[in-house]
């Protein structure tokens, strides 16, 4: 046979044959196409289904205000979003240790390096895979979130693949920041209530104040009409009595008048100078504390026969303003102890801190008091002294002496310190 007419059977009888496999490969690849189609439609789908389960998880976390539950819960939450056998909490503690603190099964478990946290979690629960993801706000750690996959007897655990990890690292950072966001409300709650709680202390502290001016209103107006005021009328009673006398032409008459008006002049400007020291002496902003008390100690000494001793040194650097008021509680605490205690002796010293405070002591050697309150007609100077140190911004409080007696201890907040308050 011819070899052109070979040639001509082996083309005829090949044409069916290259079409079959070409039908065949379309068909394959036609299968391929679906079944990558199928696979792709599934990932996106469980996708979309892990990302409308994390919306909701998110949403549950923002719903509360409490920054440890927050974190408790993205714990249970990321379990149960990655399908995964455990989940554990570490939290940064205030040493700088990871402690898983809510799992009593883990209370042991502590990590100083964050980048073994993995690790140091798989010990203590067991062989598998892990994942820690970072817990943090601006930059700050809050703590570590480690995921789990345990290794099972029938196989191995299937590791986290990206979209399970990219769920993750959303959920980690959302729950960082409402943490943050919680621990922050929290304490604006916490400042607010202070701030309500200082301005109602304000309040009551301010009404006392005008009841306290009020009351020593008063008390100068009566020692104005029983004091300067009817001596100054007693004298102007002589005058014209004087008067009288001239007219008779008596002069030792008048002589004696004159001499009992000059002595009740002298009572009245006593009895003014002393009203004046009681309110503000003017060298107190000139000359200082120990200017101003001792010319008070003086005449406590002579009229009750104690022996002073005063050391101001340190409280003659409080600011003028400061001093006012610290005038007015030695003052007040000075007067107590010579009517109450009966003492012999009286001792007023300062010291400055080292945290700026001053701290004044008056302390005396007489028979001591009711600590919390005097019983014997001394709380309304008591009160007083309280009102005016809680103005200052001061602690206040009585202690027996070591060698017998009371102590008031006046304790005076840097200026700053008190401003803040």
Known sequence: MPAWVIFLLSVALSVPAAATIVRGRERTRLQQARAFEHELASELLAQASGLDRLVAVLGGLADSLDGDRVLVQAATEA?????????????????????????????????????????????????????????????????????????????????????????????????????????????????????????????????????????????????????????????????????????????????????IARQRNREAVRDLRELGWSLEPAVLRDEGLTAALLPLAERLAEAHGVRFSLDLEAAEQLDPAQRSFVYQIVREALANAVKHGQPTAITVSSVQHRDGTTELIVSDDGGGMVRDRAIDGMSQGIDAMRERAATLGAAIDWRPAAGGGTEVVLTVPRLADAEAA
């Open 79 to 259: 379990r149960r979003l990655l399908d995964a056998d455990d989940a554990v909490l570490l939290r940064l503690m205030a040493d700088g240790v990871l402690r898983a603190r809510d799992r009593d099964d883990l209370h042991t478990l502590e990590v100083a390096d964050p980048d073994r946290a993995a690790t140091a979690v798989l010990a203590a629960v067991g062989g598998g895979i892990a994942h820690a993801t970072p817990l943090a706000s601006h930059n700050e750690l809050i703590g570590i979130l480690v995921v789990v996959r345990q290794d099972r007897e029938d196989r191995a655990p299937a590791p986290f693949s990206p979209a399970e990890l990219a769920q993750l690292r959303v959920l980690a950072d959302f729950t960082a920041r409402a943490a943050q966001n919680a621990r922050l409300y929290a304490r604006l709650a916490r400042l607010k209530d202070e701030a309500e709680r200082r301005e109602r202390e304000r309040a009551r502290l301010s009404n006392r104040l005008a009841e306290a001016e009020q009351a020593e209103r008063r008390r100068l107006a009566m020692l104005l009409h029983d004091g300067p005021q009817q001596t100054i009328t007693s004298a102007a009673l002589l005058l014209d009595a004087c008067v009288e006398a001239l007219e008779e032409e008596d002069s030792k008459e008048v002589h004696r008048i004159l001499g």
